[in-house]
T-cell receptor, first 110, second 115 residues
Framework: GEDVEQSLFLSVREGDSSVINCTYTDSSSTYLYWYKQEPGAGLQLLTYIFSNMDMKQDQRLTVLLNKKDKHLSLRIADTQTGDSAIYFCAESSWADKLIFGTGTRLQVFP | SQTIHQWPATLVQPVGSPLSLECTVEGTSNPNLYWYRQAAGRGLQLLFYSVGIGQISSEVPQNLSASRPQDRQFILSSKKLLLSDSGFYLC??????????????FGPGTRLTVT
């Protein structure tokens, strides 16, 4: 079945860039997403990319998609303490479900 | 605009007691609805999803059940809770298939502790 994998932890210094990586197995993925979850809260959709795109930029966020390698990344420029959270990538084909990764806990230290 | 509500926000229940968690969506019609569970420090586990009233798909056989009595209402239930049912329960909605980019929007969650 479909699978989405992420590294569990990432620690960065405030002001540096963060890069969170994700790999997926479903070659029929049409959209890929990045969600953010702050402690004790639901998930917030940050951004998404269509599978025929290589890159999408939205303010401090840059999404890179390598469809050949089934690799997705989220780069956060000028990382702030408020960016500390769990980040989930997810993919969908034409089904009614999203397949979520395990989540990457980003810790930003001063 | 669309909003999604969940209640209660937190719940402490003894083992063997029943459970009912409610989720409602406003500002949209015929949404797809989803129940997820997130154990402490873990990822999301899809429990149930529904594409219409009375239509429930179960992803993981377990001690829980779901119902959709109205278009924008989704209920998660159990007759007898187990310790392993503890976790953070999230409801989500998305536009019906063929509309939008399939993104899901999440409620604030219910923290369930079974003692």
């Amino acid at each position: 079945g479909e699978d989405v994998e992420q590294s569990l932890f990432l620690s960065v210094r405030e002001g540096d860039s963060s890069v969170i990586n994700c790999t997926y197995t479903d070659s029929s993925s049409t959209y890929l997403y990045w969600y953010k979850q702050e402690p004790g809260a639901g998930l917030q959709l940050l951004t998404y990319i269509f599978s025929n795109m290589d890159m999408k930029q939205d303010q401090r966020l840059t999404v890179l998609l390598n469809k050949k390698d089934k690799h997705l990344s989220l780069r956060i420029a000028d990382t702030q303490t408020g960016d500390s959270a769990i980040y989930f990538c997810a993919e969908s084909s034409w089904a009614d479900k999203l397949i979520f990764g395990t989540g990457t806990r980003l810790q930003v230290f001063p | 605009s669309q909003t999604i509500h969940q209640w209660p926000a937190t719940l402490v229940q003894p083992v063997g007691s029943p459970l009912s968690l409610e989720c409602t969506v406003e500002g949209t019609s015929n949404p797809n609805l989803y129940w997820y569970r997130q154990a402490a420090g873990r990822g999301l586990q899809l429990l149930f999803y529904s594409v219409g009233i009375g239509q429930i798909s179960s992803e993981v056989p377990q001690n829980l059940s779901a119902s959709r009595p109205q278009d924008r209402q989704f209920i998660l239930s159990s007759k007898k809770l187990l310790l392993s049912d503890s976790g953070f329960y999230l409801c989500a909605w998305s536009a019906p298939k063929g509309q939008g980019i399939h993104e899901q929007y999440f409620g604030p969650g219910t923290r369930l502790t079974v003692t």
